[in-house]
């Protein structure tokens, strides 16, 4: 049963510290996605990347976060240096974007608190 | 820009009845609509996809609705159970890149 993997699913940092979460997309999909989900703001796009090519970033705050595809097999989402505003769920999703019916499958997500 | 709105928050019904969740848009240029549910501390999970030349999808005691004109959608859920117990999310596709525009959910509640 193929699933998108995050690691770590928890994670509790002082702010200023650096803040690195991992995404395994799902083997063979060609899109991938990161959300991040508040009580206020509910879910929000931060960035999503086609082939490992990243398509759209305009969701993430440019200064602090940033979003690779080093590998199909591992995408990454860095935030440095991390606020207490940054404390969230952050979720990966991938998916085979072919045609107008295909989905996301969504990670369990890692609950990021910064102090 | 588009804004996706679900109402009510919160729901919370005996075991047994029916019911609707309602999602509205104010773009009704859409690519395509999803519902998704989430369990507490999981990720998502996705139900129904309608893609915008479709009026409605069912999956067993699911049916999702959409009228594009109007800017809604409606998810149907037949003979609740406790199970069924989640957050349902409503989110519109504007285009083939996928992007996902979220309303803020229904938490639903079943009571035995």
């Known amino acids: 049963d193929a699933r998108v993997t995050q690691t770590p699913r928890h994670k509790v940092t002082e702010m200023g510290q650096e803040v690195t979460m991992r995404c395994q997309p799902i083997?063979?999909?060609?899109?991938v996605f990161w959300y991040r989900q508040t009580m206020m703001q509910g879910l929000e796009l931060l960035a999503y990347f086609r082939n490992r090519a990243p398509l759209d970033d305009s969701g993430m705050p440019k200064d602090r976060f940033s979003a690779e595809m080093p590998d199909a097999t591992l995408a990454t989402l860095k935030i440095q240096p991390s606020e207490p505003r940054d404390s969230a769920v952050y979720f990966c999703?991938?998916?085979?974007?072919?045609?107008?019916?295909?989905?996301?499958?969504f990670g369990p997500g890692t609950r990021l608190t910064v102090l | 820009k588009q804004e996706v709105t679900q109402i009510p928050a919160a729901l919370s019904v005996p075991e047994g009845e029916n019911l609707v969740l309602n999602c509205s848009f104010t773009?009704?240029?859409?690519?395509?609509l999803q519902w998704f549910r989430q369990d507490p501390g999981k990720g998502l999970t996705s139900l129904l996809l309608?893609?915008?030349s479709q009026r409605e999808q069912t999956s067993g005691r699911l049916n999702a609705s959409l009228d594009k004109s109007s800017g809604r959608s409606t998810l149907y859920i037949a003979a609740s159970q406790p199970g069924d117990s989640a957050t349902y999310l409503c989110a519109v596709i504007m285009d083939s890149n996928y992007q996902l525009i979220w309303g803020a959910g229904t938490k639903l509640i079943i009571k035995p």
């Open positions: 083997l063979g999909h060609n899109t």
């Open positions: 773009d009704s240029a859409i690519y395509n």
């Open positions: 309608i893609q915008s």
């Open positions: 999703a991938s998916g085979l974007v072919r045609v107008s019916t295909d989905t996301q499958y």
